[in-house]
């Protein structure tokens, strides 16, 4: 009986550490609501972050609205404007510095990185990046790999977005929108309103000790 005990608790110490080793570090966004808090009228665009091998890890997954038409770019390249198309972005903030970073992809394989240093001011366009999308039937993913020297140092806030459609019909849609109660007449949708963003750090991606790595392209910003 002893042992059988003794085996059963060492089973369960066993289970324990394993778990407490897991690497429970992916975290899920889903984006439930227009940018003024309506919800949405379809399955919701989801996004993943994960470790990634030099970078973050995103991945996405959605229903394809297929409108408006594909980007006259190549996959798997930056694309200008790509904002005018269908997307999903995350931005990424230090909302001390208002240094941030957004991130674009389009369901047919065009990608564009602005880095940016106080609202809507970009310093970098176009940066290149790994990024593969699968179009299946009404539905697509995404899986990108943003490098660490992209992202701004301290990051404490984050933000993600998806659009499609076209004029009347045009959607933009929020995970942290405007509540209904700010709403006025006559407001736009507008991604770049940092006070909506909400608290977002790496370190619940990477680890509490992870230390983000230098970045070039972030020197000389404040
Ligand atoms: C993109 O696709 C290639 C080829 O299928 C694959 O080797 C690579 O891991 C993918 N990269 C990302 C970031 O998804
Ligand atoms: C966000 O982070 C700040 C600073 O760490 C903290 O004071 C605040 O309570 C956090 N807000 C939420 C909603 O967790």
Redesign the pocket.
């Known amino acids: 009986m002893r042992v059988v005990r003794a085996l059963k608790c060492l089973t369960l110490i066993h289970i324990l550490l394993c778990c407490e080793s897991l690497p429970l570090r992916r975290m899920q966004f889903v984006i439930q609501h227009t940018w003024d808090s309506d919800p949405v009228n379809h399955d919701p665009i989801r996004i993943d972050f994960s470790p990634?091998e030099g970078g973050l890890?995103i991945e996405m997954f959605g229903p394809f609205f297929n409108e408006p038409a594909a980007p006259a770019g190549p996959p798997s390249q930056p694309f200008p404007g790509l904002w005018d198309y269908e997307v999903v972005e995350s931005f990424f903030l230090d909302s001390t510095t208002e240094n941030y970073l957004e991130v674009e992809f389009c369901p047919h394989g065009q990608h564009l990185i602005l880095l940016l240093s106080g609202v809507g001011k970009a310093f970098q366009q176009q940066l290149p990046m790994?990024?593969?999308a699968t179009i299946t039937g009404d539905r697509w993913m995404g899986?990108?790999?943003l490098p660490w020297s992209y992202l701004p140092p301290n990051i404490n806030k984050m933000n993600s977005y998806a659009i499609h459609g076209s004029g009347e019909k045009r959607t933009y849609e929020a995970l942290y929108s405007i509540p209904k109660e700010e709403i006025v007449e006559g407001l736009k949708p507008n991604f770049h309103r940092l006070e909506y963003f909400q608290n977002f750090s790496l370190q619940s991606i990477m680890g509490e000790g992870w230390i983000q790595p230098e970045s070039d392209l972030w020197k000389g910003k404040p």
Request: neutral net charge; aromatic residues 12%.
């Open positions: 990634g890890k790994v990024f593969n899986e990108a790999l």
